[in-house]
């Protein structure tokens, strides 16, 4: 009996040594990532939404991007409300109100969960209205980007028929921009840079690699109506950039350890005849160079090739999207040391080995490395994206590789890009309202270190700054994540 009792006394003691408990149990993703679940996003998202409605209502201008420097410094700078990035801030606050009412216990605060609900939703209906309007537009490809945000959330979350009805009159929007004869979809209708200016619809037709994160409208409203047109446009699609826009990588970065498949990078730009449907050129609007390899552009791809496999089950799209992937994380772990930057003066450890530089081939400030954190946010959602669908089919090594690929970049853009200004609500009754952490220290968006457009040749340029999808896309992850019940 004294024996037993010494065995189960000793059997106790080794369980609560939490030396042993710290080298079987990792740290946990919701641990890992708990930044995505602070109080500070939903406090950001709430205050830009109130103050960017300042002589702005009835809404005519969109939050688009946060300088981190000069006079304008740390609050929203807003774009026309017909501008292609106008559907990611109401998508922000659906995304934030999904995770409030949906999963509670990562986002709640108790009794005043109710209060903050009421007021995203509020701020939600303020911000997307205006999005309605923009479901017959024929004048732009960015379909998706501009409806789905916000649209989709109000039809799965409130069945709201009205936000239905404008998706599928997207999709419509979008699917007269298609050509059979090229098999793709018009991107641009014009490309004007600096000794660049292709405005001629009947000779040119502009296709480009975001384009692909756009299929998901038609794939979405297809299997909404039945109409088969919509998805065979998009397959069409997506089958013809994988001839002329993937580059088959060979030489330096021809492979990847654990990877045996091709490797791809991506062109931008990509200009077509519209009469015989041959290729004419390849060009870039925001990269570096025709030949090099943007990192957004990448992102774009891993995302869409990811989302239309879902959607179609196509080997060919699944070897896209990892080929994608694998040339995305190749790069980003064979970029220069300059990228790494101590997390502080006292310790030895580094981030920012996987906060994407903006383009992969362009010269490299080495005091001061040019990023896109929007890019890595992006990929990151992709390769979620890319790891349900390995797993779904039985490859979960592969959907493991990737499921740690975009938790790593995730995690190591929150130690580098995330604003030091952070923001905190507070309820004073039945009023909620924002107030900065530490006084007078403000930053609107979420990120830092995102570049919109760094081409020499364009004639608008901007860097280094807060972007309104940067956020949109780090909260999406972390919606992503609640879904796939990993945190």
């Known amino acids: 009996m004294t024996e037993a009792n ?14 042993l408990l710290a080298v079987s149990a990792p740290p946990s993703i919701g641990a890992r990532l708990h930044e995505l679940y602070d109080e500070n996003l939903t406090a950001k998202i709430i205050r830009a939404a109130t103050t960017c409605l300042e002589h702005n209502y009835p809404i005519a201008q969109y939050p688009e991007y946060v300088l981190q420097s000069g006079p304008d410094a740390g609050k929203y700078l807003l774009r026309e409300a017909d501008f292609w990035t106008c559907g990611f801030f109401p998508g922000s606050i659906y995304s934030l109100l999904e995770r409030w009412i949906k999963y509670p216990q990562k986002a709640g605060k108790g ?36 409806i789905q945000p916000s649209m989709r959330p109000r039809w799965e979350i409130f069945h709201d028929e009205r936000a239905l009805s404008t998706i599928l009159t997207a999709a419509d929007s979008l699917y007269t921009r298609y050509s059979p004869r090229i098999g793709a979809i ?21 296709v480009i690699i975001d384009s692909m994160c756009n299929l998901d409208l038609l794939y979405y409203a297809a299997a909404h109506t039945g109409r088969d047109e919509l998805s065979v446009a998009a397959t069409r699609h997506a089958h013809k950039l994988l001839r002329t826009h993937l580059r088959h990588e060979t030489g330096n970065y ?12 991506t062109v931008h730009v990509a200009n077509f005849d519209p009469t015989t449907g041959d290729l004419k050129e390849v060009r870039t609007g925001q990269g570096y160079a025709k030949d090099s390899t943007w990192a957004r552009g990448q992102a774009w791809g891993i995302l869409g090739y990811s989302q239309t496999f879902q959607w179609t089950g196509e080997s060919e799209f699944l070897t896209a999207a990892c080929g994608l992937a694998e040339y995305f994380l190749l790069r980003l772990e064979t970029s220069p040391s300059c990228v790494e930057r101590r997390i502080s003066d ?43 669908c390995l797993i779904s089919r039985g490859d979960h090594a592969q959907g493991q ?24 609500i507070v309820v004073v009754g039945s009023k909620v309202s924002v107030e900065d952490t530490r006084a007078n220290e403000t930053f609107d968006a979420i990120l830092k270190n995102a570049t919109a457009n760094f081409n020499a040749s364009d004639h608008r340029r901007y860097w ?23 945190v």
């Open 254 to 265: 021809a492979q990847r350890k654990g990877f045996s498949g091709p490797l791809f990078s």
């Open 186 to 206: 018009r991107s641009w209708d014009q490309l004007t840079q600096k000794g660049v200016n292709i405005t001629s619809m009947d000779h040119d037709f502009l």
């Open 401 to 424: 590789r990737y499921l740690d690929a975009a938790l790593t970049i995730v995690e190591d853009t929150l130690a580098f890009s995330l604003a030091k200004e952070k923001a905190s």
């Open 6 to 19: 010494s065995d189960s006394v000793g059997e106790e003691d080794i369980f609560k040594r939490t030396e």
């Open 464 to 486: 280094d700054h807060g972007l309104v999808y940067g956020d949109y896309y780090l909260v999406e992850f972390g919606n992503r994540l609640l879904r796939m019940g990993l």
């Open 111 to 146: 009794a005043i969960s109710a209060l903050i609900i009421q007021k995203l939703h509020e701020l939600g209906g303020i911000w997307s209205e205006p999005i309605h309007h923009m479901g017959s537009r024929t004048d732009t490809h960015d379909m998706a980007f501009i």
């Open 346 to 388: 006292t310790s030895d450890k580094t981030c920012g080995r996987y906060v994407p530089l903006w383009d992969f081939d362009a010269p490299i400030n080495e005091e001061n490395p040019l990023r896109d954190s929007s890019a890595g946010v992006i990929a990151a959602n992709g390769l979620l994206v890319l790891a349900q």
